[in-house]
């Protein structure tokens, strides 16, 4: 078995995945047919997939944005969002997820008539009839955007739906210029309304950023949150020599950090993967979780982020069993629910792979070469 193949086979826990970033590219060409979008750059699903990829690249924030414009540009009938959703639920299920959390701004599906209420009961339409057929659970986050001023109606609408499948409320979008707190309003209603807040914080913006988020906005979890790093301190070798107040407080509070590396290459938070703080707080014990952000952008899957996880930062088997349960410990949903996925999902799910992995070794002769170090 390949490294691959094993970190496919085990559950794993998805927390940060947008669903307008992660469509298949056959669905966007086919979706723009019937509506008769025209502004796709090519028919060709493969070239297309290479399109957004290089879009995503670092230095191409315009074609990144751009991308982003096709996708919502076929998210606006409820027929195309209940696909998106349900299709979304399949690639999970290929991708060996038990449990995802994606997110959307349902405001960007309007522009054809649909109401928010529309746009959010068809995504969770396609959401319950892809759990039914490939018995992976999720959780929908409503995103407010950090540049417009209707944040705290989004935030009403995710708790509108908080019955439906709608588990918590988010704010996405360009960071500098638009301080969290701006959003107050939105974020003291959820509080009040006992739900539940993830905010991007430190991705493209310091850590006043992340401060604010948590101790302004009541945040949760943080999405992102790489900017962290300048709130520890470094001795010359790289080793961490201290915390300031706010990373002392992430740490001790375990406040869950929604981790998504290859999407911080691809955006330029990070210079190189190497440089990805993920090392450094794993290793400090920071409850870090593992995410895609957005699959056609950055061309990735929960697999390949593991994948390169244990490429970059050695981490074996059982870390990525670690931060699976440290997801589901943060995620959005009921404890009783979490723990239900913990003992009879997660950990049943590590222990198969590690028993078939054992008796490889028994019978191999070879096991160096069968079995690849995690
Ligand atoms: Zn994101």
């Not at 109401?115 to 759990?131: F, H, I, P, S, W």
């Not at 059982?318 to 589901?328: A, F, L, R």
């Given at each position: 078995?390949?490294?691959?193949?094993?970190?496919?086979?085990?559950?794993?826990?998805?927390?940060?995945?947008?669903?307008?970033?992660?469509?298949?590219?056959?669905?966007?060409?086919?979706?723009?047919?019937?509506?008769?979008?025209?502004?796709?750059p090519t028919k060709d699903p493969g070239e297309l997939a290479v399109w957004f990829h290089r879009g995503a690249n670092k230095g191409n924030l315009i074609e990144y944005l751009q991308g982003f414009e096709h996708t919502i540009a076929v998210m606006q009938t409820k027929e195309a969002l209940e696909r998106v959703a349900y299709e979304m639920m399949e690639d999970m299920k290929n991708d060996g997820?038990?449990?995802?959390?994606?997110?959307?701004?349902?405001?960007?599906?309007?522009?054809?008539?649909?109401?928010?209420?529309?746009?959010?009961?068809?995504?969770?339409?396609?959401?319950?009839?892809?759990?039914?057929?490939?018995?992976?659970?999720?959780?929908?986050?409503?995103?407010?955007?950090?540049?417009?001023?209707?944040?705290?109606?989004?935030?009403?609408?995710?708790?509108?739906?908080?019955?439906?499948?709608?588990?918590?409320?988010?704010?996405?979008?360009?960071?500098?210029?638009?301080?969290?707190?701006?959003?107050?309003?939105?974020?003291?209603?959820?509080?009040?309304?006992?739900?539940?807040?993830?905010?991007?914080?430190?991705?493209?913006?310091?850590?006043?950023?992340?401060?604010?988020?948590?101790?302004?906005?009541?945040?949760?979890?943080?999405?992102?949150?790489?900017?962290?790093?300048?709130?520890?301190?470094?001795?010359?070798?790289?080793?961490?020599?201290?915390?300031?107040?706010?990373?002392?407080?992430?740490?001790?509070?375990?406040?869950?950090?929604?981790?998504?590396?290859?999407?911080?290459?691809?955006?330029?938070?990070?210079?190189?993967?190497?440089?990805?703080?993920?090392?450094?707080?794993?290793?400090?014990?920071?409850?870090?979780?593992?995410?895609?952000?957005?699959?056609?952008?950055?061309?990735?899957?929960?697999?390949?982020?593991?994948?390169?996880?244990?490429?970059?930062f050695n981490i074996s088997l059982e870390d990525v069993e670690k931060i699976t349960i440290n997801s589901m410990k943060s995620a959005f949903i009921p404890h009783k629910e979490r723990l239900d996925y913990i003992?009879?999902?997660?950990?049943?799910?590590?222990?198969?792979?590690?028993?078939?992995?054992?008796?490889?070794?028994?019978?191999?002769?070879?096991?160096?070469?069968?079995?690849?170090?995690?």
């Amino acid at each position: 078995m390949t490294t691959n193949e094993i970190i496919q086979s085990v559950p794993k826990v998805l927390l940060h995945d947008h669903l307008d970033g992660g469509l298949r590219t056959s669905t966007i060409i086919e979706l723009a047919q019937e509506m008769k979008y025209t502004k796709l750059p090519t028919k060709d699903p493969g070239e297309l997939a290479v399109w957004f990829h290089r879009g995503a690249n670092k230095g191409n924030l315009i074609e990144y944005l751009q991308g982003f414009e096709h996708t919502i540009a076929v998210m606006q009938t409820k027929e195309a969002l209940e696909r998106v959703a349900y299709e979304m639920m399949e690639d999970m299920k290929n991708d060996g997820v038990c449990y995802v959390e994606t997110r959307f701004a349902p405001m960007f599906s309007t522009q054809k008539g649909l109401y928010n209420e529309d746009v959010v009961q068809a995504v969770l339409t396609g959401l319950e009839r892809g759990k039914k057929d490939f018995g992976v659970g999720y959780g929908l986050i409503i995103c407010g955007m950090r540049n417009m001023k209707n944040t705290l109606e989004m935030a009403e609408l995710a708790v509108n739906f908080r019955n439906e499948g709608v588990v918590g409320f988010d704010l996405a979008g360009e960071e500098g210029g638009y301080p969290p707190k701006k959003h107050i309003e939105a974020f003291q209603f959820i509080q009040r309304a006992n739900f539940n807040i993830t905010i991007h914080a430190g991705e493209a913006f310091g850590k006043e950023s992340i401060w604010q988020a948590i101790q302004w906005c009541g945040a949760h979890r943080i999405g992102h949150a790489t900017h962290l790093l300048e709130d520890i301190t470094l001795d010359k070798n790289g080793k961490v020599a201290g915390f300031g107040d706010l990373a002392q407080y992430v740490l001790d509070k375990r406040i869950p950090l929604e981790i998504c590396l290859l999407s911080n290459v691809h955006t330029g938070a990070v210079d190189k993967i190497e440089n990805h703080p993920f090392g450094i707080f794993f290793n400090e014990k920071f409850r870090v979780t593992i995410n895609t952000d957005d699959r056609l952008m950055s061309d990735t899957t929960m697999t390949k982020e593991f994948a390169t996880a244990i490429e970059v930062f050695n981490i074996s088997l059982e870390d990525v069993e670690k931060i699976t349960i440290n997801s589901m410990k943060s995620a959005f949903i009921p404890h009783k629910e979490r723990l239900d996925y913990i003992y009879n999902v997660i950990k049943p799910g590590y222990q198969k792979i590690k028993d078939q992995l054992l008796s490889l070794k028994t019978y191999s002769n070879n096991y160096e070469e069968t079995v690849p170090k995690l």
